[in-house]
C-alpha cells in the first residue's frame, strides 16, 4: 500500500502520524473508559473523517469517533514483534468510472446485507445508497457490467409479503425496459426462496436473468461472503443464457464458485453456512466463477431469454399450514371462517395429514377453497394413492403438490388466486409445470446435496 494511512485525512491524520502509525500496526485507543485493541485498518471514503477503523482479535471491524479525550497507542505485536506488516488489500477510495461498452445490470435493493456497507460510527450495515456506493465496497463489478442500482425496500426478508413482491416485480420490469440484459435483486436470506418463486410465475417470459442474491455473514466480518455472491450475480446477470429467475450463492464454503439455483427449486437448508442453499430435486442451472470471469451450464432445461412478459398480482390470503402430531383440526376451520382464499398444507411423509383434519379440509374445499398438499420431506414427491388418509384426502377434493416446495406451491396458489378463484381450474393450474416448479422426469430419490464434480 503506497499510502501508510491510506484514507485518513484532516486532524485525524496528523494524529496518527504523530504516533508513528501506519496501516497494519496494533493499536490501542482508549475513549470514555473503553479499550479497543486490534489492527489499524485504512478508513472507507464512505466512513467519517474523524473516525479510526480497528480490527479486533475478534476479526470484526469497529469504528471508534476520536475527540481530543481519545487516547492513541502503538503497541507491540503479540509474541514480541512490533509489527506484522502493512496491510495487502488496498481500500478503494473512488469507485472506477462506468464504461459505456459494458452491458447494462440493474441491482435493486430490497433489504439485507449483500448490497450494504459498515457505518463504523454505530457499527450498523446501511444499505448502499448508489451506484456509486455500490462500485466503492465492490469495485470488481465495475469491469463486468454499468450498474444502475436503486433501493427499492430496506426490509427484513421475514418482513416480506405479496404486496412487496409486487414491488419487486414491478422495479424488474421498469429495469428491463430501461435496457438492462439482466436484473439483481439482493434480498434477506430467510425467505429469499419464496421471492424467487413468487417472482417465477409473475415473469411468463423475461430478456434476461432475474438474479436474487443475497449474504449469510455481515460484510464487516472476515468471512463475509458479501462481496463474492454480489460479483457472481452480476456476471449470471451478464452470461447466463437463460431468461429465468434465480438464486446465486455460494456453492461450497470456500470462494471458489457459486451456483444458480432456479427459483422455483430453491431452500435454504443452514441457518449459517456460506454455501446453505441447496437445489431440491433438481440440479442448479450454472455455475459461476466471478474471480475467473465463467459460467458454466449444468442443466439445458431452462428457459432461454425472450420478450418481457409479466402477469403480476399475488393474493395475500393464502395460508400455509405444517402438520404436527396434536395439530387441532380447528386451525382449518380457523382459516375458512376468516375468509382465507386458499391454503397449503405441509404434510409429513407422501402427503400424509392426520384423519381428523380430512372433513375440516373438505368443507374448506366444499366453499371454494382449494387446498395443496406438500411434503415436509422436501426430497421425493407427494402420493397420495398409497395410504388411507391420502386417499380420503383426495376424495375429499385436496391438490397433489407433486414435488413442489412448500414454499413454491404457496406462492404459486397466491399467484394464481389472482388470475382466477374456479376450483377447476385453479387444480389445472397448480398441476401445470409452469416455471420449472414441478420435474416429472427425475429419479427424485434422497440428495443431501448433488455432486458438482469441481
Known sequence: ?????HGYTGILRERLASKGLSIGDRVRVSRRGAVYEGILMPRHALTGRQIIVVKLDN??????????????????WRGGKHRRGVLSAEIVMHPPKPD????????ISTGGTIASRVEYETGAVKPALSSRDLLAVVPEIG???????????????EDMTPKHWEGIVDA??????KGSVGVVVTHGTDTMGYTAAALSFAFRSLPGPVVLVGSQRSSD???SDAAFNLMASVLAAVKAPFGEVVVVMHGETGDTYALAHRGTKVRKMHTSRRDAFQSINDRPLAAIWPYEGRLEILSRNYRVRGDLSVENGFDDKVALIKTYPGISPEIIDVLVDKGYHGIVVEATGLGHTPGRLVEPIRRAVEEGIPVVITSQCLFG????????????????????????????AYAKLSWI???TRDLGEVRRMMLENMAGEINPHHDLGLYPRWDHGF
Open 417 to 419: 388466486l389472482r388470475r
Open 172 to 177: 424488474v420490469a421498469r429495469s428491463f425496459e
Open 221 to 223: 466480518r472476515p468471512s
Open 143 to 157: 469491469s463486468m457490467a454499468r450498474i444502475d442500482a436503486e433501493i427499492l425496500y430496506s426490509i427484513l426478508s
Open 100 to 107: 459505456p461498452s459494458k452491458p447494462q445490470v440493474s441491482v
Open 59 to 76: 476479526g470484526y471491524n469497529v469504528g471508534i469517533r476520536v475527540d481530543e479525550n481519545t487516547i492513541i497507542e502503538k503497541i507491540p
Open 1 to 5: 500500500m503506497g499510502d501508510p494511512l
Open 381 to 408: 414427491r407427494t402420493n397420495l394413492n398409497v395410504y388411507i388418509n391420502g386417499r380420503r384426502l383426495l376424495e375429499a377434493g385436496v391438490i397433489p403438490g407433486s414435488d413442489m416446495l412448500p414454499e413454491t
